[in-house]
């Protein structure tokens, strides 16, 4: 609500929610193999993404893949592993954001054998798309593990510690508290939460970089310390929405774990709530997919926080702009704190014009202090902001 510092064809979004989960219908693919022993794989977090290196595909390698549960069937491969390892194409599959938006058809391609950490995984198809570009700061990958790779023996995800635990064994029965029963009905794990006395399912998403999400249907029943503001833009396969954010005036739970008053982002068209890496980033969760279970577990050592923005939005320049309006600001962002908001003009950053940046705006967004020159109701302005 998973986002980047420049948004392709759509906006810039410093400080909004990244991407939301991409709910795609699943292609088949060959059983899973068994887990005989236990196997820790280190992992790369890209702001509070899960991103997986040394995979192999078809005995070529190593590949970085990015883990996604949010992710239907045996995951996704990029174009370019496509092409660079001439990938038979087997069909097509219906691809949406599982909020009923417009769908599309994406080819499916084979893959002979996937391993990863020893473990081989064969015949799978997977959906093809390109997933590099408008990639921002998580950098090029190769592919996408979905959930239906791991159906045998235990799925640890320790953000803290920075592994992924693969191990043969079952949860207890669900109580509750400490072990939760994941919705038999749903095609990617999803728990029920509750908001505020309200009992809402929510998808259990590494793949999304956001916190926690919430349709607007579900939004509307909720009771907020006060009403939710723009706070950004997501992308969806079924195009870009705006994202809203809010603090809940109850509390979450989850379990037998509550977070009080947390920021919920609100993107209209959710089916189904969503609890992603920036929420999930401050827990253990063991996944048994078999007995349909998960445990959480408050981390001893929560993963940082990915960086600040300094929550700008406005439209990225398409080449020659002078000046770049301002959409808005996201809330409790550097820039509210600076005074800035909807309607004020940027025409300089660290004394640059905005016609000389060019392609030096992201980087400019990630310097600290930045000083943003503006123009506000024709008078010329200037604050300095800082990311700390």
Known sequence: MKSAAV???????????????RAQSAPSSGPAPTVRRAVEIPITLAGTQVL?????????????????????????????????????????????????GARRELAVHRIETLEVAGLVFRDLDVVSRD?????????????????????DGLLTLDYGRGVLRIEPGALPPADGRAVLALDP??????????????????????????????????ADALTFTAPPVAAGQARTVSGAFEVRQGRLAGNMTLGGQTFVQPTISVLPHFRVGNLGGDFLRGQVMTL????????FTPSAAPAAAPPRRYGLMMNPPSGGESELPLRGVAPGSPAEAGGLRAGDVIVSLNGAPVADLGDRLPGLMRASPLVVGFIRDGERRQVTLKLD
């Open 131 to 151: 997933y590099n570009t408008g990639g921002g700061e998580r950098g090029p990958i190769d592919g996408v593990l979905g959930i239906a790779l791991f159906q």
């Open 288 to 295: 048994d997919l078999a007995d349909r279970r998960v445990r």
């Open 52 to 100: 997986i290196d040394g995979v192999r595909v078809n005995g070529r390698g190593p590949y970085r893949f990015l883990l996604d549960t949010g992710a239907q069937g045996a995951g996704r491969a990029d174009i370019g592993l496509v092409q660079a390892l001439d990938l038979p194409r087997v069909g097509t599959a219906g691809a949406s954001d599982g909020g009923g």
């Open 7 to 21: 948004a392709a064809a759509a906006l810039v979004l410093l400080g909004a929610p990244p991407d939301p989960v």
């Open 185 to 218: 009905d749903e095609p990617v794990p999803t728990v029920e939460i509750d908001l505020g006395g309200h009992t809402v399912k929510a998808h259990i998403d590494t793949g999304s970089m956001g916190g926690i999400t919430v349709g607007q249907a579900t």
